[in-house]
């Protein structure tokens, strides 16, 4: 259905990022979380000068955990945000454009090691449901939007 709906009308750029990472980070932080949460979260970020893999990358633990406070379960979501930039460097040479030209299956393969998520997760709402808490039926939706928007990027 999704795709009979791209072909016929073409992007909808509904995704409200500016860049592909400032969708993973947006998908990262919806997780159990409002989407007004999240943009509170995504502003704090771009003052900060983060929402680029470099400005993530030079950011300390603690301050990035601050800045993503409003989207709730910081504790968890920035460990697991530094440690997406890593593997974007050790794995992709940091490079955005190379990780969305590795075939699917081996970034799936990548989170479930680097991130302990299930195969079910990557398949269905990576990168969403890399936390173990589970979402409420409000973000579920905004989940599947946010894999939709993933998995074509990854595409």
Not at 18 to 40: C, D, H, P
Not at 56 to 73: C, N, T, V, Y
């Amino acid at each position: 259905m999704h795709d009979a709906l791209l072909g016929a009308y073409g992007p909808q750029h509904w995704w409200p990022a500016e860049t592909a990472f400032e969708v993973v980070l947006g998908a990262y932080l919806t997780q159990n979380t409002s989407w007004k949460a999240v943009e509170r979260s995504l502003a704090n970020l771009r003052q900060a000068g983060a929402l680029t893999p470099d400005g993530a990358r030079a950011l300390a633990l603690e301050d990035l955990k601050i800045l993503i406070r409003p989207s709730g379960f910081h504790t968890r979501k920035a460990p697991a945000l530094k440690a997406f930039v890593a593997m974007l460097d050790e794995e992709f040479g940091g490079s955005l454009e190379g990780l969305a030209a590795a075939p699917t299956a081996t970034i799936r393969l990548r989170l479930r090691t680097r991130f302990c998520c299930t195969p079910s997760t990557t398949r269905s709402r990576w990168p969403m449901n890399t936390f173990a808490a589970s979402p409420s039926a409000t973000s579920w939706w905004r989940q599947r939007l946010a894999a939709k928007a993933m998995n074509r990027w990854l595409s």
